[in-house]
């Protein structure tokens, strides 16, 4: 609307500066008052009889009439914005490309000893036919006696202890860290529908936006765009709210959308992360404070604006479900 008005007033200013350059000229070229009645009743009567006219006369005034409503069409033509969204191809079939292991990747040694390790040969990296299998004598074990360092031990035999695996210490795992509810929430909410729709706003789709389903998106004249749901915390509804500005950002060209957001029953009702965000804890209190900020009503001559508005939000709404 404000446009608009704007646009009238360029219009008039630009029909009074026409007219006095047009009068302008015509007084000084051909001596001729546009404004006098007496000048245009001479001029009929010279064109009744006749007469001789200056030859620039006719093409002075098709120039002034065409040049005054070019200029105004200019002024006041309808100017259609253009849109453009990045395309994003999600084919149905793709799947994510599984890592191919190399069985020199996936084969790892098994753990051995260390007299194992000594008299191990190296393996050899080069392929090779493999060589005839041989006999290989193990070395000895090692025998060490403890009790050497605090003088000649006795000589009788000392068996061998069996080894014994020690066991693996428990570690307390640690607690699972509860994720957020919204994940299986509804789409759409009935009782927010309502509320909005009772105050005169347009319900769109729901938008998924960053894996978080969210239960209303409504918008209003001067565009205003509500953004709700029910059990998200307030960081949730602030991330989505900023997605979307700068969506809107790349997206329009000096047009800014009112974005609000607000959660019902949120997590962090308390002690909200974000202030930004409005925190009711009932229905009620969200229909209260609604109920003060009605959508105005609709215009006749903001309605060609409106559709414009509310097709754009359903295609900004149809791009942020395939991200």
């Known amino acids: 609307m404000k446009d608009k008005f704007e646009n009238i007033l360029l219009g008039l200013l630009w029909l009074l500066v026409a007219t006095l350059g047009t009068t302008f000229w015509f007084n ?11 000048h245009w009743k001479y001029l009929a009567t010279h064109q009744a009889t006749h007469q001789n006219i ?12 065409f040049i005054t409503l070019f200029v105004l069409y200019l002024l006041i033509r309808p100017r259609f914005r253009k849109i453009k969204l990045p395309v994003v191809h999600k084919s149905e079939n793709s799947e994510p490309t599984k890592p191919v292991y190399t069985p020199e990747s996936v084969a790892l040694p098994e753990p051995k000893s260390a007299l194992d390790i000594v008299s191990a040969p190296q393996p050899d990296t080069t392929p090779a036919p493999q060589p005839a299998p041989f006999n290989m004598t193990r070395p000895p074990r090692l025998a060490i006696n403890p009790m ?43 009782d927010l529908i309502k509320i909005f ?13 960053g894996g978080t389903q969210f239960q209303l998106l409504a918008i209003g004249q001067n565009e205003v765009l ?37 959660t019902v029953y949120a997590p962090d009702t308390g002690a909200p992360t974000n202030p930004n965000v409005l925190t009711f804890d009932s229905f009620s209190a969200l229909r209260e404070y609604v109920s003060e900020h009605p959508n105005p009503p609709l215009a006749d001559t903001d309605a060609e604006n409106f559709a414009a508005y509310s097709e754009y939000i359903s295609t900004v709404i149809e791009y942020l479900g395939k991200m």
Do not use: C, H
Not at 161 to 171: E, F, G, K
């Open 28 to 38: 000084t070229k051909f001596g001729f008052d546009i404004f006098s009645g007496t």
């Open 197 to 209: 729709t009772d105050m005169g706003y347009e319900i769109k789709k729901s938008p998924r936006i």
């Open 148 to 190: 050497a360092s605090y003088g000649p031990a006795p000589q009788t035999p000392i068996s061998q202890p069996t080894p014994t695996v020690a066991q693996p210490v428990l570690q307390p795992s640690p607690a699972p860290v509860a994720q957020p509810a919204q994940t299986n929430l509804p789409a759409e909410n009935p």
């Open 54 to 65: 200056n030859a620039a006369f006719y093409p002075s005034m098709v120039l002034a009439v």
């Open 226 to 262: 509500w953004l709700g749901g029910v059990g998200i915390s307030t960081m949730e509804m602030n991330r989505a709210a900023e997605q979307m500005a700068n969506l809107f950002l790349d997206t329009l060209d000096g047009i800014e959308i009112d974005i609000r957001t607000f």
